[in-house]
């Protein structure tokens, strides 16, 4: 017992006020209901946040806290096991789970079962101390009058249950985290934001896209058929929840027109968020400032949260992105797939408090055909669970749209196609013609100089090293101010700068010739008359071709030429994607657009992967998940030997995570040169980095690939800012080589220059 002989759940705040238990028990519980009550699990989450703490009650305990109050020491004693002995006893059975985890993450219920099993003598003499002190000292009627909870019937089922034990451990985590900050901040209440009406927002986007429209300063010859797309969209947002698909060609204002039905969709069914999840960063700040355009109110109040993956640069000094950013407490949230889907499968708080937002909420996966098709099973078994039990609509959206149908988690389900009769869309909106130039196949060299006979021309390779090549080779050919390169090797603000030029020599009508890695497809919006592009898995070449002639002003169509240069590179996740595009597609075949040859390209591609084979990646997660074990869901089974995660078989969106690295040789000119390397020494030599210092970064940052570490040579030039590079979150300061016109200069036998 602390001051008073009171029983307390956290030491003073910055008002002298000490946070009793059973104020901060019922606090929790009531948020864990509000936050779970949209996917029926109120009473659940109700009492795993009435018993979380309940260990805290032990005198031992009580003891340790006043003694490290005004300290950064925890306690150091645990106080989850009491609650999870008790959750157990009131029916809640792998429930209890959200308890146990509710700081380390969530685990197994072997794991938990040991747990319980091998309690020390002390930890159970603190348990009997510390229910005897709940009964007495601290009375929570409500344990007296306990019974069984009831359990959803439909979460019996295996993966329903997984994921309400996700949604109903997020609810806990996030209500215990802001009863809790709560506490500290001296506030009356949590910081909770109340649910926005979407008939509001829906209104102000509306007026706010017709105003854009009006102000338009160049029409396309294809506004008629983006306002049908439109429309499309708005009519179908009346249809019973579910999954949705659009099927739209490249150009076709997909951004604007998903965000509409989306928000069209949450109005008409009472739907409390919306998320936007894409698959490139650079399209996440593309379409979070279109939609902060079209939504922000007159108060200029906030609206829409951008929140992004890698390492953790998106963090604003403004309190209520910063928060907001913790658990999307936000009514329109612009993330990646990477953050969505890694959220989705993880197992600690920080990362999962977020997940309850997901019931009642509008998902759109943009540029659908970009997830990772060895994730496949786990993410549509997931998306398929949250539409079919929690209250969530999915909408998938792509020019390419792959045959997810073809797959277990969605055979025999429903879905409305928002463009009735995309065959005659996709006709209609041909822009392009495609040559194929593959066999025999002009080299890089050759594909250089043929480019370079176009006033306007874009090449699009696989690698950086092959898009360095054909540039060097058009610095030789073509006068200063004519070639370009674009590439990962380059950061943000320098990719940002060359594509502003590129897009006024386009509108001037100047010579352009730009060479790009396949970055360019990531919804960069660029209209040349003609592009080149190496050969790549269909849908790569489909997304290529959306750069040409994209707005459809041409008095002839463009062209698209696709080559196969024999000294050009390939990333070895290729192999298997370009075999199956070389079966449907190419001369006396058909051409990229075919939806027919495409729907039979992605069989191909699914079967020859064999993502249905119960040793796949994929499938092994899902075994994990229907056994509950989180652990090795995230981690990866561990090895009955050596008890180590074995890794190659965790979920994870990205098969290898890049090197971030600082690069203040890509700043525009000395003075903002300057400015970044002060930076990099704040933070470097911050106790606890500013977030708006780090915001201030990101444009200066680019990955480098993780084979740079193992170069020693390469390493030396890594100074570290924040960890360890190669260390996952870490940030380092790139002191290497760097070209104003292609960025990081590595040796190039240093990394695969993918990308």
């Known amino acids: 017992m602390s001051a008073g002989g009171s029983i307390y759940a956290h030491s003073e705040n910055g008002q002298g006020d000490w946070h009793t238990l059973t104020d901060h028990l019922r606090g929790t519980a009531e948020l864990a209901a509000r936050f779970a009550a949209p996917f029926g699990g109120e009473r659940v989450a109700w009492w795993l946040g009435l018993l979380h703490d ?21 306690v150091g004693l645990d106080h989850k096991m009491l609650g999870t002995r008790l959750a157990m006893g009131q029916g809640l059975g792998s ?33 009997a101390d510390a229910l005897r002190m709940l009964i007495n000292e601290a009375p929570l009627p409500e344990l007296a009058a306990a019974g069984n909870v009831a359990i959803p019937e439909a979460w019996k089922q295996p993966l329903v249950r997984e994921m309400a034990l996700r949604l109903t451990f ?14 500290f901040a001296g506030a009356a209440r949590p910081a909770v934001r109340s649910d926005e009406d979407f008939m509001v927002l829906r209104d102000r986007f509306e007026k706010a896209r017709a105003a854009l429209l009006r102000e338009r300063a160049n029409p396309s010859a294809i506004d008629e058929d983006r306002e049908a797309v439109y429309r499309a969209c708005v009519t179908a947002s009346g249809a019973k929840q579910g999954v949705f698909r659009l099927a739209a060609p490249t150009g076709v204002g997909k951004t604007i027109s998903t965000g509409g039905f989306a928000l069209h969709h949450a109005a008409a069914h009472g739907l409390r968020r919306v998320i936007v999840a894409v698959p490139f960063l650079t399209i996440t700040e593309q379409n979070a ?74 998902i759109v996966l943009d540029e659908v055909q970009s997830l990772p098709h060895q994730m496949l099973m786990p993410i549509l078994g997931a998306l398929r669970t949250l539409v079919d039990y929690f209250g969530v609509t999915v909408l998938l959206a792509s020019a390419t749209q792959p045959d997810f149908w073809h797959l277990s988690p969605f055979r025999e389900l429903c879905a409305t196609e928002i463009v009735e009769n995309p065959v005659a869309l996709v006709t209609r909106l041909r822009r392009v013609t495609f040559e194929w130039r593959i066999d025999p196949s002009p080299t890089l060299a050759e594909l250089a100089e043929d480019a370079a006979g176009h006033r306007q021309a874009l090449v699009v390779v696989n690698t950086t090293a092959d898009a360095r090549t054909v540039f060097d080779a058009w610095n030789s050919q073509v006068p200063d101010g004519v070639a370009w390169h674009l590439s990962t090797r380059m950061c943000a603000a320098h990719r940002r700068r060359v594509l502003t030029a590129v897009r006024k020599r386009l509108d001037a009508k100047q010579p352009v010739l730009l060479v790009s890695t396949q970055l360019i497809e990531a919804g960069v919006d660029v209209d040349f008359p003609i592009v080149y592009r190496a050969m790549a898995p269909a849908d790569s070449l489909l997304q290529a071709a959306g750069r040409a002639n994209r707005e459809g002003n041409l008095a002839t169509l463009g062209r698209v030429i696709i080559v196969d240069p024999p000294d050009a590179g390939q990333p070895s996740a290729y192999k298997t994607l370009v075999e199956a595009t070389r079966l449907h ?92 390397e002060a930076l990099v020494q704040r933070v470097r030599n911050a106790p606890r980095p500013e977030g708006e210092d780090l915001r201030r970064l990101q444009p200066y940052v680019t990955t480098v690939h993780p084979s740079a570490v193992r170069n020693p040579g390469a390493l030396a030039l890594m100074k570290p800012i924040l960890g360890e590079p190669g260390q996952p979150g870490s940030l380092a300061e790139w002191d290497g080589g760097y070209d104003q016109h292609t960025g990081i200069e590595l040796d190039p036998r240093t990394e695969d220059f993918v990308c």
């Open 170 to 183: 997020s609810s806990l985590c996030d209500a215990d985290f802001l009863d809790t900050a709560a506490h």
């Open 289 to 362: 400032a279109v939609y902060r355009t079209l939504l922000s109110g007159a108060d200029g109040a906030d609206v829409v949260l951008e929140h992004h993956s890698g390492v953790d640069l998106d963090q604003t000094s403004r309190r209520w992105a910063r928060l907001a950013a913790e658990n999307w407490d936000a009514p329109f949230v612009v993330t990646t797939t990477v953050r969505l889907f890694e959220s989705l499968f993880d197992r600690r708080p920080a990362a999962m408090r977020r997940l309850h937002r997901l019931a009642g909420a509008v």
């Open 95 to 127: 429930f209890a789970m959200a308890i146990a985890g509710h700081h380390g993450g969530l685990t197994s219920p072997e794991a938990l079962r040991e747990r319980l099993k091998n309690l020390t003598k002390s930890e159970q003499e603190r348990e």
């Open 54 to 74: 309940c260990g805290k009650a032990a005198g031992g305990w009580q003891k340790r806290l006043a003694l490290v109050a005004g300290t950064d020491q925890p």
């Open 585 to 676: 597609f190419g001369p006396g075949r058909a051409d990229p657009d075919c939806l027919d040859a495409l729907r039979a390209y992605y069989q191909s591609v699914y079967g020859a992967l064999n993502l249905e084979d119960p040793r796949s990646v994929g499938q092994r997660i899902q075994d994990a998940r229907h056994r509950l074990d989180f652990s090795a869901v995230t981690d990866g089974p561990r090895d009955p030997v050596t008890d180590i995660p074995d890794r190659r078989y965790a979920f994870k969106m990205i098969s290898q995570d890049g090197v971030a690295v600082v690069t203040s040789r890509g700043a525009a000119d000395e003075l903002e040169r300057a400015e970044v």
